[in-house]
């Protein structure tokens, strides 16, 4: 079944196209990672999804429906932005930034009501952020800031998420948690579609990867079968094992700095595939 | 503290200051006086000799009334374009003149002096050419292909620029014995020559004009997050984005028509606001507005009583502004960074 459906989109200038005669689609509950070097055309086909560009020709079609013709207010409560870094203006209370989303769902001159509050705090409660309500949004950390965006989206009511590079400007264990947020709404029906520039993190939870190089799909399938030597080659230019583990998942190591990285360990794996047993041994 | 209670505590400081403004001046008028002149509006029994009660008339509805409300309509206009031109700029830093409106309202005053002896097309001018300058701004931000915001500000640098050496040139052309002093004097800003029926007028639109803003300031949130993210939210970006600019080129240049160009004011008290209240625009608009309109009601009190001659508003505000504003940075962390 087909949610959103990318149609034969190009866009960009004449003499430097950023997407060329795209076309995929995606379907609900899905976590699709799109995976590309900088300036492949990611960022621009998030937009395209959000109806915030135009496409020069083709269309993007949400249900049946062309996105960039539906007006704001009903395609905020179907598809909602989870920005990169946000540019931080004003510190205003957590709180009042997920009340943001419960603009969709009011009139032109609009208050905020008792149910708006509920919405809002609710939302903040299902990702166990609801302590951090009036805190200004400007000092809680990068991972926090991420779930109270998830909120604010969640409160507008959309069920697709669109996520720019989600994870970036992390630290590790916030990395995995943000992850395990996502993989855990996509569970109940949410379909994610982000762009990422770790195709580890592909590999923990997407179900299916898409792959962009110079505004072309290069490759677009099971995470599993799409994240391969091969074609991570093609995308990077650069040599990466995609090796799997005893305990079951996959890895990405770079062939670069095999070299480099744990250094008994990997002789040993060039001599008898110590990478199997390193990560026995790690669990 | 809950918000309706700090603006009410807000909107009684600011009555508490008017009612004292209008006993303040070279004619001393009790609080007594004022309840019996009062009394007289509603029923006749009152005790007050005629004489009295035609002196007070004259100095409180003729003379002192339109002045303060003068007074609140420019402080409160000038804070609450300050505040929306601040949110959705995202800079603080940003006053009512950043899309080039006071200076189109100088230009279009002097004009008038030069052209015609009339009142009347001094204001006109003022008003007119403050929105043809924030128009022509806004034209030549269309010009351009990149950030939107970016090219809007330097749209208002260029117009505010062109509007002031249009206006170097009508003060070169002026009559330098009566014209000029007359141009120079309005620009500093100031009150005395203000009269009801302008404050009237003026008022109307004024009202509306920060009333529309107050029902509109919860969209001012999220504009200041940018405006792929606002338009994500479901807003129509281009529209609101219209009627601030608008609603606030018309309010700012309403203070000139008034007042002459009063500085600092729209810079000053946000930040003094954001402090108080915090960043949230449904709340720092209506606190705004209310701490806007008591500072200009207490500068004017100060221009008018300090000295024997009146200083013009716009030098007081400017000389307390400017020190204020530095201590204001210092202190400033609540609300931005």
Request: charged residues 15%.
């Amino acid at each position: 079944m087909t949610l959103i459906a990318v149609d034969h989109v190009t866009y960009g200038y004449s003499h430097k196209p950023v997407l060329r005669n795209i076309s995929v689609s995606f379907a609900p509950g899905e976590i699709v990672s799109l995976l590309g070097p900088n300036g492949s055309g990611k960022t621009t086909l998030l937009k395209l999804l959000l109806g915030l560009y135009r496409p020069q020709s083709g269309q993007v079609l949400l249900e049946g429906r062309e996105v960039f013709s539906i007006p704001p207010k009903q395609l905020a409560r179907r598809i909602a932005y989870v920005p990169q870094m946000h540019r931080l203006s004003f510190g205003y209370r957590v709180l009042d930034v997920v009340l943001m989303g419960r603009m969709p769902h009011k009139p032109f001159f609009f208050r905020y009501g008792e149910m708006d509050h509920q919405a809002a705090l609710g939302a903040l409660e299902r990702l166990s952020i609801a302590h951090l309500k009036d805190r200004p949004y400007t000092e809680v950390s990068g991972g926090e800031r991420q779930l109270i965006l998830i909120a604010r989206a969640l409160v507008q009511g959309a069920d697709i998420f669109i996520m720019d590079e989600p994870v970036n400007g992390l630290d590790y264990g916030n990395q995995i948690r943000l992850l395990s947020r996502i993989a855990d709404l996509a569970q109940s029906g949410y379909t994610f579609i982000k762009t990422t520039h770790f195709p580890d993190h592909a590999l923990w939870i997407a179900d299916r990867v898409v792959m962009i190089k110079d505004g072309r799909i290069i490759a677009d399938g099971r995470t599993a079968e799409v994240v391969n030597k091969t074609n991570l080659y093609r995308l990077y230019n650069t040599h990466v094992d995609v090796l799997g583990l005893n305990g079951g998942g996959r890895i990405c190591v770079p062939d670069a700095l095999r070299r480099f990285g744990g250094r008994v360990g990997m002789r040993e794996s060039r001599t008898n595939g110590g990478i199997h047993k390193l990560a026995q041994a790690s669990g | 503290m809950k918000g309706p209670m700090i603006i009410s505590i807000m909107l009684t400081v600011l009555g508490m200051t008017a009612l004292i403004s209008l006993c303040l001046g070279r004619y001393p008028v009790t609080l007594g006086d004022l309840a019996g002149f009062a009394g007289l509006q509603i029923s006749d029994g009152a005790a007050m000799d005629d004489r009295q009660y035609h002196i007070l008339k004259n100095i409180l509805i003729d003379i002192r009334m339109p002045r303060i409300a003068a007074a609140i309509l420019i402080g409160a206009a000038l804070s609450v374009s300050g505040v929306v031109f601040q949110s959705m700029f995202i800079n603080p830093l940003v006053s009512p003149g950043i899309l080039g409106v006071l200076a189109g309202a100088s230009f279009g005053a002097a004009l008038g002096m030069i052209l015609a002896k009339n009142w009347l097309v001094v204001q006109l001018g003022a008003f007119s050419f403050g929105l043809i300058a924030v128009f022509a701004a806004v034209a030549m931000s269309a010009l351009g292909r990149v950030d939107r915001l970016l090219m809007l500000i330097l749209g208002g640098i260029i117009s505010g620029a062109l509007f002031t050496s249009l206006l170097s040139v009508v003060k070169y052309l002026a009559d330098p014995y009566e014209q000029l002093p007359a141009i120079v004097y309005w620009l500093m800003g100031g009150l005395s020559a203000v009269d009801g029926n302008t404050v009237l007028a003026a008022s109307g639109p004024i009202i509306t004009g920060i009333l529309v803003l107050l029902f509109l300031s919860g969209y001012l949130n999220a504009l200041s997050m940018g405006d792929e993210e606002a338009r994500s939210l479901g807003l129509n970006v281009n529209f609101l984005r219209f009627l601030f600019i608008l609603m606030a080129t018309v309010i700012s240049a309403l203070t000139v028509v008034m007042g002459g160009i009063i500085g600092w004011v729209g810079l000053l008290i946000p930040h003094i606001a954001r402090m108080i209240v915090g960043p949230d625009n449904r709340i720092l608009l209506p606190a705004s507005a209310l701490i806007g309109a008591t500072y200009m009601l207490i500068a004017d009190d100060i221009a008018r009583l300090l000295f024997s001659v009146e200083i013009p508003i716009g030098i007081l505000t400017s000389l307390v502004g400017i020190p204020f504003f530095a201590f204001v940075l210092r202190k400033a962390k609540k609300g931005w960074n």
